[in-house]
């Protein structure tokens, strides 16, 4: 069991919508035709959500990710984050969103080989300036916290598959995110390593933190409270947990 995560900041009204999208589109120009990735997504995510993005290959939940990741932005429609419409902000602005309200976890755990365990934690706080030594006992308290307190000085390669997420959900935790968003998190792992970082994710959302994460595997949806099913850029249904 994990310890409890303590969260130290402010966010959204508890119960209140944490992140919100109005009659949003993406569209692609692709040489001389026009590719529709969202064609009017509209959806409110509370505070402690847990929602799986579901859909076939060009459903439109890689972009959907994309953009409430703040790596994109919509074309048309309005993206609120926390209180903050930043469907306008520009590049600087939205890698400070990124840095403040946002935690990602990627299928290929994105870890820095170079570094350890305690490095690749310490990166978020880094950018954000924090002193080292509370930076180290950030880390330190996160990697105990996923259960990998004694791995502190390994490097990844000296981890298995799903330890290295383990560390790669603590990088997304140091600064505190309002949101987690997890692409595929469980797509390099075996089925009980995957279960155990799905059942990690049920943890961090039971202590409050709000999740969102894209799968195309139903057993790993299961966890989520709510399951949204795209299909040609629009929600084809919308099951769970409104």
């Not at 847990?50 to 990710?65: C, D, E, N, Q, V």
């Not at 993206?79 to 309200?101: F, H, K, M, P, Q």
């Not at 390669?157 to 949101?179: F, H, I, K, M, Y």
Request: aromatic content about 4%.
């Amino acid at each position: 069991m994990m310890n409890t995560l303590a969260s130290t900041r402010p966010s959204a009204t508890p119960g209140g919508a944490l992140v919100v999208l109005q009659d949003v589109h993406k569209t692609y120009q692709m040489g001389a035709a026009e590719v529709h990735a969202l064609a009017g997504v509209s959806i409110s995510i509370p505070v402690g959500g847990f929602w799986a993005i579901m859909g076939p290959s060009g459903s439109g939940k890689s972009t959907m990710l994309n953009l409430l990741g703040c790596l994109d932005r919509p074309t048309r429609g309005r993206y609120v984050l926390n209180g903050e419409n930043v469907d306008t902000l520009d590049d600087d602005a939205l890698s400070e969103i990124r840095l403040r309200e946002l935690g990602f976890i990627f299928q290929s755990f994105n870890l820095i080989p170079q570094l350890t365990v305690e490095e690749n934690i310490e990166l978020p706080l880094y950018y954000q300036g924090w002193e080292a030594r509370r930076s180290a006992d950030q880390a330190a308290r996160l990697a105990a916290m996923v259960g990998l307190g004694d791995r502190l000085q390994h490097r990844p390669t000296e981890l298995s598959g799903g330890q290295q997420q383990r560390v790669a959900v603590a990088r997304a935790l140091a600064n505190d995110p309002s949101v987690l968003l997890a692409d595929e998190p469980t797509g390099n792992l075996d089925s009980a390593t995957g279960q155990q970082i799905m059942e990690l994710f049920a943890e961090l959302n039971g202590q409050g933190k709000t999740i969102i994460l894209v799968t195309h595997e139903p057993h790993i949806a299961d966890y989520a409270k709510t399951h949204l099913h795209m299909r040609d850029g629009v929600i084809d249904r919308l099951d769970g947990e409104a």
